[in-house]
């Protein structure tokens, strides 16, 4: 975003769980920033449905089962929007990005529809 400071006056949140927040800048609204685990996604969002696509085609692989730790080991790989970055994720951060992304999705897609009905 070069060299401006940015607060939270140039931001509208659109969704945010315990792991991550979604919002627009304010001076940006053709693209959605995406933020957890300390990186952020500029997506919009046909990338951010894409994204999700990802997280469910992960969650529906069989995972280590029999594994005491299957459930916060990093022992998943979730296929980003970017061709050349993909990130270790537990079960339990891959059930928090589905939030996440699900939760944005449905919150752009509501403010769409009320959009064109009222207008």
Do not use: H
């Not at 304010?26 to 995406?34: A, C, N, S, T, W």
Request: glycine letters at 6%; charged letters at 25%; hydrophobic letters at 40%.
């Amino acid at each position: 975003m070069g060299n401006k400071v940015y607060f939270m006056e140039d931001i509208k949140i659109i969704f945010r769980n315990g792991f991550g927040i979604s919002f627009y800048w304010k001076d940006k609204r053709d693209k959605i920033q995406v933020v957890f685990r300390n990186t952020g996604f500029l997506l919009t969002l046909e990338e951010i449905k894409s994204f999700q696509k990802n997280v469910l085609n992960v969650e529906a692989e069989i995972y280590c089962s029999n594994c005491n730790f299957s459930k916060t080991c990093k022992n998943l790989l979730l296929k980003t929007p970017s061709e050349k970055i993909d990130l270790a994720v537990s079960w339990e951060e891959l059930e928090q990005v589905n939030e996440l992304l699900g939760g944005t999705i449905f919150k752009l897609e509501l403010q769409q529809y009320l959009t064109l009905s009222f207008n």
